[in-house]
């Protein structure tokens, strides 16, 4: 349909044209905005990571779990953007943790290497700058005041006394996404008296070694549980062929 605008005496079109263009140009770009947000979020590569996180708002909501969200292995920060987003409106008190080398993957070995299988991991993979993922966090519209990042490798960054690894205190929620078995085993037991009953455990590799309960993240927990049989698991929900979730059911 066409849109005829008013002329002047003088000829010329109506003083308001500009501000009525202008405001159809921002509700256009405001609708393309949006239709790219819901494209990512339901049709996207990692639709399946929103879920659960959506899921783990939701269930925060209604157990009221004390402590802060980490994430082990942050890479350039979608998840952990998309987690702020979704958490932070929803839970005032609670802090962002991103636990990472920030060089990437170790070099795979021993467990990881197996016959020279790595599940496509490799040395230096998923590197990310840290002043580049703290831009990208900005970008995203997180608020750093609210972040806390540990860098450095996991069975150095973690030791107790580690600075500021030492200072973070229950957790309400842990994304695990660290991918190597030899990663992993530093990682739980830096959790283990950070638990709370209800707490959630998301493994994001958990069947990335072929599904296989000897190898990667399956191994890990299995071995942590063995060492603390204190700590007892229930299913929450998976995430994609890779990913699952357990709460906290006894620490």
């Not at 002329?7 to 790219?36: C, F, T, Y």
């Not at 996207?44 to 082990?72: C, H, M």
Request: with cysteine; proline share 4%; aromatic share 14%.
């Amino acid at each position: 349909m066409a849109i005829f605008w008013p002329l002047s005496k003088s000829g010329s079109k109506s003083v308001g044209r500009d501000e009525k263009v202008g405001l159809l140009e921002a509700r256009i770009h405001a609708m393309e905005a949006r239709l790219a947000y819901l494209e990512d979020r339901l049709l996207g590569y990692y639709k399946n990571r929103w879920d659960v996180v959506d899921k783990l708002a939701d269930y925060l909501v209604g157990t009221q779990i004390p402590g802060d969200y980490l994430e082990f292995g942050v890479f350039m920060g979608k998840t952990f953007s998309y987690s702020y987003r979704v958490m932070a409106p929803l839970f005032p008190e609670m802090r962002f943790v991103a636990l990472d080398s920030f060089e990437g993957l170790p070099e795979p070995k021993g467990i990881d290497a197996q016959d020279r299988y790595t599940s496509g991991f490799f040395k230096g993979q998923f590197a990310c700058d840290i002043q580049q993922f703290e831009k990208n966090l900005t970008d995203g519209g997180v608020d750093l005041n609210r972040v806390t990042l540990v860098q450095g490798w996991y069975d150095q960054s973690l030791q107790p006394g580690s600075s500021p690894s030492s200072a973070i205190g229950k957790v309400s929620a842990a994304w695990i996404d660290c991918d190597l078995y030899e990663s992993t085993v530093p990682v739980l037991d830096y959790l283990t008296n950070r638990l709370s009953v209800g707490t959630v455990l998301l493994f994001d590799d958990w069947r990335c070694y072929r599904n296989l309960a000897d190898f990667g993240q399956q191994r890990a927990c299995r071995e942590w549980l063995d060492r603390n049989p204190q700590i007892t698991l229930n299913e929450f929900v998976d995430f994609g062929f890779h990913g699952q979730s357990f709460t906290v059911a006894s620490c």
